[in-house]
């Protein structure tokens, strides 16, 4: 069974981004006690940038090819985890992805479902993860700028060959200052550790 954890790189507004500083340390954990035979985990952080992101993700699924991908990044409106449930075929932001590329009202997929769904249980992991002390809620709404757009993707792709045969996305909180990134970086720490410790646990068998 093969997991690979994606992070962004910082962007606009965010010069430090969570997801992306965790994904040095994913490849270092042991999320579970009784490791599946051929268990092997990859970190990677992504371009924020609408078409960089889908370039490095084809590259990296040719290298490793997960079974399961969970994507993470942060959204700058929010203060609890969100683990999201739902991506839409919609670019549509005010702000320039990191190539300076700016979307309004664009499809990511022309001919695409209007909305596509991940397919890991959040509503187990939700439990799971009020038990280690962290505030998560279930989303439909991942946004429109590239976290979204990477999701999106992920689902499509998915959907057209089965593989990935398993995705989801989970939003971290933005740290209110530079201070604060210790207190993010934890949070997403414990909730990556629990998040992939129920993936083997609870989806193993499937894979």
Same mark, same amino acid.
Request: glycine share 10%; aromatic share 8%.
């Given at each position: 069974m093969k997991i690979l954890v994606t992070?962004? /790189?910082?962007?606009? @507004? !965010?010069? /430090?981004?969570?997801? @992306? !500083?965790?994904?040095?340390e994913v490849e270092q954990w042991h999320p579970h006690d009784t490791d599946p035979a051929g268990y092997s985990l990859k970190s990677a952080v992504l371009p924020t940038e609408y078409e960089g992101c889908e370039t490095r993700m084809k590259a990296l699924l040719e290298e490793f090819p997960a079974d399961v991908v969970l994507g993470t990044g942060v959204h700058k409106e929010r203060e609890l985890v969100h683990l999201e449930s739902t991506a839409v075929n919609l670019d549509d932001s005010k702000r320039a992805d990191n190539a300076g590329v700016?979307?309004?009202?664009?499809?990511?997929?022309?001919?695409g479902e209007g909305f596509l769904k991940g397919n890991l249980e959040w509503e187990y992991l939700i439990s799971d993860l009020g038990k280690a002390g962290i505030q998560a809620v279930m989303s439909h709404d991942a946004g429109f700028f590239v976290c979204n757009h990477y999701y999106y993707w992920l689902c499509h792709?998915?959907?057209?060959?089965?593989?990935?045969?398993?995705?989801?996305?989970?939003?971290?909180?933005?740290?209110?200052?530079?201070?604060?990134?210790?207190?993010?970086?934890q949070i997403g720490r414990t909730t990556l550790r629990v998040v992939l410790e129920g993936i083997l646990s609870r989806f193993v068998d499937r894979i």
């Open positions: 992070g962004f /790189e910082p962007f606009q @507004g !965010v010069p /430090e981004n969570p997801s @992306g !500083v965790l994904m040095s700016s979307r309004h009202g664009t499809k990511i997929i022309k001919g792709r998915r959907c057209l060959v089965d593989f990935p045969h398993s995705v989801g996305f989970v939003h971290l909180p933005v740290q209110d200052s530079k201070e604060d990134l210790q207190r993010v970086l």
